[in-house]
């Protein structure tokens, strides 16, 4: 007769084999691998064409998802805003005395729907600031800030770590000023074209992005320089066919509008790359040119000072040339990282690039206007502040304060906190203020507005305050000039 305990070793023996205790696999997987079967996992071996293959298949998707925000015409399309959206966050006035005045001036805009119901473009809006800036009560701001006669404030977003937030910072920062009623140009940077593809851009080649703006500037330096040499009887530099064509180019050949009626855009594309190869060629054939400053000259000779009010620089995630032409026109500089340590680690080491970078430009200029009896150029920005994105309060706050108190008063006070909303709004390629309200509930559409509001909020004040500075200092030299007179 057979135990029980036999009978149960007996039936296990024989246990089906889904049953069979699995062997121990809490080892890392580092463990116990087999050579020869890792081998037919490597596949073939990659060529070049491969990454043709792999980059094409990539482009297809990206065209595919950066269309979902898109219209079936495959343009962009900025919604329309609500009454309440208007009297929320856009124009400071009820929403009853706005249907008062709509019904007392039927040739404003009335906007789509009936009753309470309406809806209005951003074209519409920034019409109905205009007449409650005339119009309407004198204590309130309906028109955004600006002095008159002086230049637009120059914005630089920049660091040359990837990932921290630059482009959508950027981007909302236009968004927000245009809610505003500020007239913005958007320059794309990156040779990764995210903030074109925000905006709607089409980009066909390097020559619609600032490349033949840069070409331009050192073509018309050698231009002067050649009319010198020819005075001295020298041989004249040759300039090639892309710096013959690039003479031909304004500002106005790269600016394209987008689905926002107050953001002009400079689009970028993969070729603007190029640029960090053919400056530093261009400097060793031309040494007294200042590359830094071919960006400021374009801005500066295609009327955009004058013809906008903010101009946003998006640099990529690198400290190369053309950051360095950003950083050198840029009025205001923005840093953003998030909070931890390696991005802390990397802003630090970047601002150390920007010291040794823009101290060595100063000394290496300096030394020649000294010997010629000329003034010495300095490098000075407005402002510059950190500003922390991507924030969970849950996690970052004792690392947000860390880098806080190292950072002092050149960080922004605000964290810009990472939300479900902000999320959703990255994967249809949109800014957070295109998306509908009505697709959120009204708590999360606030909250989620309310991260890009506050980083705008301090950043206007550092705008209107670098300009009411920039006033006074006119009107005190001004007062100087006719009292000497």
């Known amino acids: 007769m057979i135990s029980a305990i036999t009978r149960k070793t007996c039936d296990l023996t024989q246990a089906p084999e889904h049953m069979v205790r699995k062997p121990d696999t809490s080892l890392p997987p580092y463990f116990n691998l087999d050579p020869e079967r890792a081998s ?20 297809r998707g990206r065209d595919d998802l950066a269309k979902r925000g898109y219209a079936p015409d495959g343009r962009k399309r900025l919604r329309k805003f ?32 009936v009753g309470n119901a309406r809806w209005f473009t951003l074209e ?10 005339e119009e309407g009560v004198s204590t309130k701001e309906y028109r955004p800030y600006r002095p008159k006669g002086l230049p637009a404030k120059v914005v630089a977003v920049a660091n040359f770590k990837g990932g921290v937030g630059k482009t959508s910072t950027a981007a909302h920062l236009a968004m927000s000023a245009a809610l505003d009623g500020y007239k913005v140009l958007v320059i794309d940077l990156d040779s990764q074209g995210s903030m074109t593809s925000i905006m709607g851009g089409q980009v066909a080649d390097e020559w619609q992005t600032v490349f033949p703006l840069l070409a331009k500037d050192y073509a018309t330096q050698l231009v002067a320089e050649n009319r010198v040499r020819e005075a001295a009887g020298d041989a004249p530099y040759p300039l090639d066919e892309t710096l013959t064509e690039a003479l031909k180019v304004s500002l106005q050949d790269v600016v394209q ?39 400021t000259s374009a801005l ?35 840093v953003p990282l998030g909070a931890s340590f390696l991005e802390f680690d990397s802003t630090g080491r970047f601002f150390d690039m920007l010291y040794s970078t823009f101290a060595s430009i100063e000394d290496g200029e300096n030394a020649g206007r000294k010997r010629a009896g000329l003034p010495e150029m300095k ?53 957070i203020y295109e998306a509908d309200y009505r697709n959120y509930n009204r708590e999360t559409y606030t909250r989620g ?10 950043f206007k004040e550092l705008l209107i305050g670098a300009w009411w500075r920039d006033e006074k200092m006119k009107k005190e030299s001004q007062d100087g000039e006719a009292q000497t007179a």
């Open 300 to 334: 500066d000779e295609g009327g955009a000072l004058d013809n906008y009010d903010i101009i946003l620089l998006d640099t990529p995630p690198a400290l190369g040339y053309l950051t360095i032409n950003a950083l050198a026109a840029a009025d205001i500089l923005l």
């Open 379 to 431: 490098f000075e920005w407005d402002a510059v502040r950190a500003l922390i994105t991507r924030f969970d309060a849950s996690q970052q706050t004792d690392m947000a304060n860390v880098i806080q108190a190292y950072f002092g008063d050149m960080m922004n006070a605000y964290r810009q906190e990472y939300t479900a909303m902000v999320g959703q709004a990255g994967e249809t390629v949109s800014g």
């Open 257 to 295: 509008k987008t689905h926002w009626p107050n953001i002009d855009l400079v689009g970028a594309q993969l070729n603007l790359y190029w640029a960090e190869f053919q400056i530093p060629v261009w400097r060793m054939a031309l040494r007294s040119w200042p590359l830094w400053d071919a960006l």
């Open 82 to 113: 609500s009454t309440w959206e208007i009297c929320r966050y856009l124009i400071p006035v009820a929403p009853a005395h706005l249907r008062r005045v709509l019904n007392k001036y039927p040739d404003l805009p009335q906007g789509e729907g």
């Open 124 to 133: 519409d809006v920034l019409k109905l600031r205009d007449h409650f800036a």
């Open 449 to 458: 507005r309310e991260a890009f509001d506050r980083t705008y909020a301090e």
């Open 40 to 59: 037919t996992r490597l596949g073939d071996p990659v060529d070049t064409a491969r990454f043709a293959k792999a980059a094409a298949f990539a482009g």
